[in-house]
T-cell receptor, first 113, second 113 residues
């Protein structure tokens, strides 16, 4: 059974700092991994999707890497801003594709001005 | 292109009642998935519909059911509500091809009293 873990559960950093969020999964047979952002009481916004054949994806100040063999992904946020404050969730899809996403419980990020 | 819409956004029901939630996917998307989010369990998969057929099902009791219409709009129904059903219910749409990226709606906040 696939399990996804995100550590730490919460993180507080000063504005301008570069930071890394971690995601680990127990079964390396994944089809893709997706990072989401969730603001309090709101839905999920997709940030980056990494296919299993890829090593990383970049969008603006965000960079996500994937090491399938070790069951790890990281989300790097450069030059953090107060507007980045949110909960970040990672989710994996099983190797067979068209299967439900399995989510971690998220990292709650606070960027202090 | 309009995003995923969910109605209603907020709902308060009494134990024992039933409730129906609605989700309209992004135009052209044929797959709709439903997730339940609670503080304790995080995001858990309920079911997925593709072209009016249930393609995947999570580990929830039979009180939770869903359907999809020919225009890809989906509804989920919860009968005999329990206090533990209080949660944010999120729906996600995707084009439906192999392992497509999923796009989430804003969610319906259900409170059972």
């Amino acid at each position: 059974k696939q399990e996804v873990t995100q550590i730490p559960a919460a993180l507080s950093v000063p504005e301008g700092e570069n930071l890394v969020l971690n995601c680990s999964f127990t079964d390396s047979a994944i089809y893709n991994l997706q990072w989401f952002r969730q603001d309090p009481g709101k839905g999920l916004t997709s940030l980056l999707l990494i296919q299993s054949s890829q090593r990383e994806q970049t969008s603006g100040r965000l960079n996500a890497s994937l090491d399938k063999s070790s069951g790890r992904s990281t989300l790097y946020i450069a030059a953090s801003q107060p507007g980045d404050s949110a909960t970040y969730l990672c989710a994996v899809m099983r190797n067979s594709g068209n299967t439900p996403l399995v989510f971690g419980k998220g990292t709650r990020l606070s960027v202090i001005a | 292109k309009a995003g995923v819409t969910q109605t209603p956004r907020y709902l308060i029901k009494t134990r024992g009642q039933q409730v129906t939630l609605s989700c309209s996917p992004i135009s052209g998307h044929r797959s709709v998935s439903w997730y339940q989010q609670t503080p304790g369990q995080g995001l858990q998969f309920l079911f997925e519909y593709f072209s009016e057929t249930q393609r995947n099902k999570g580990n929830f009791p039979g009180r939770f059911s869903g359907r999809q219409f020919s225009n890809s709009r989906s509804e989920m129904n919860v009968s005999t509500l329990e206090l533990g059903d209080s949660a944010l219910y999120l729906c996600a749409s995707s084009p439906g091809g192999t392992a497509s990226e999923q796009y989430f709606g804003p969610g319906t906040r259900l409170t059972v009293t």
